[in-house]
């Protein structure tokens, strides 16, 4: 077998570089039920460090319409918003794949429509997946992308670009809402979707559908019993003012920021910096 084809078996999570990440790595990993992190990232730098650190997924998210842009939802970022950024990404990585959401607006009209905006991510900014949003309702959509030859990663429950249909930030699928959403895994699942992101729904109900389904669920608000786990970047690191409640802060990047800008600010009116250590002669 070539090593273009080959299937790692080493962990996904740390694992080697020489390669791309691969849905074929991703697949192999449920079959070894590991479970492994995705984090979003929007520039060179950034991706580079998560990268370095063996992030095996990284996701140019819609969110950067809040975190990059600083509009209060994802649905104005547009398609020219998030190439540059997945470009960046790419550029800024080695091993993770990269995973490009389709913002709102660039896909749901029509399969040709999302097959458009998937080419545009692919051909201009290099991204190897994209995302979509929406269960039953985007089937032609997921087929038509999966028979062009672009891996698809799905999205159910609590779906941003959703939210003014949700009428607001809510948990999905309690009650009878579970069972059309695991319909709609499923389905996702034969139409060729490589993995499907469970977004704010209840912890058993998602165990129930990652046991059901042989491609890897990826969980947000989940509970811990998903494949994978995915964070927004800025809210792992605590610059996000008031995150919400499946956020764990790993750190105080917003304090420490403030603590060293302050620093920086201070002994430039102090005249302390720059010193003849950082002056030329």
Not at 56 to 79: C, K, N, Q
Not at 227 to 249: E, H, I, N, R, Y
Not at 252 to 279: N, Q
Request: charged share 20%.
């Amino acid at each position: 077998m070539s090593s273009v084809s080959a299937v790692s078996t080493s962990a996904l999570y740390g694992g080697a570089a020489g390669r791309r990440v691969t849905v074929r790595d991703i697949a192999a990993a449920k079959e070894r039920h590991e479970k492994w992190p995705m984090v979003t990232a929007y520039d060179a730098m950034t991706a580079r460090v998560f990268d370095e650190a063996g992030i095996p997924v990284l996701l140019v998210g819609d969110s950067a319409a809040m975190v990059v842009y600083g509009y209060d939802s994802t649905l104005p970022v547009t398609v020219d918003d998030l190439i540059p950024l997945t470009a960046a990404v790419v550029r800024g990585s080695s091993r993770a794949m990269v995973v490009a959401d389709l913002p709102f607006g660039s896909y749901q009209a029509s399969p040709q429509q999302a097959l458009e905006t998937a080419a545009r991510f692919m051909k201009e900014a290099g991204a190897h997946a994209v995302k979509l949003e929406g269960g039953h309702r985007v089937l032609p959509q997921v087929e038509m992308l999966v028979s062009a030859g672009i891996p698809v990663m799905a999205h159910l429950g609590l779906t941003p670009q959703s939210v003014n249909a949700f009428g607001g930030y809510r948990v999905q699928g309690r009650g009878q809402a579970g069972d059309e959403l695991m319909a709609d895994a499923k389905a996702l699942e034969h139409a060729g979707a490589f993995a499907v992101v469970l977004e704010c729904v209840p912890s058993d109900l998602a165990a129930r559908v990652t046991t059901s389904l042989s491609i890897p669920t990826v969980g947000i608000g989940a509970g811990p019993c998903t494949d994978a786990q995915v964070l927004v970047w800025q809210d792992l690191m605590g610059l996000t003012p008031q995150p919400a409640k499946f956020v764990k802060k790993y750190f105080d990047l917003a304090g420490e920021m403030d603590r060293a800008v302050r620093a920086y600010a201070d002994e430039v009116v102090s005249g302390v910096f720059p010193t003849p250590e950082h002056s030329y002669r």
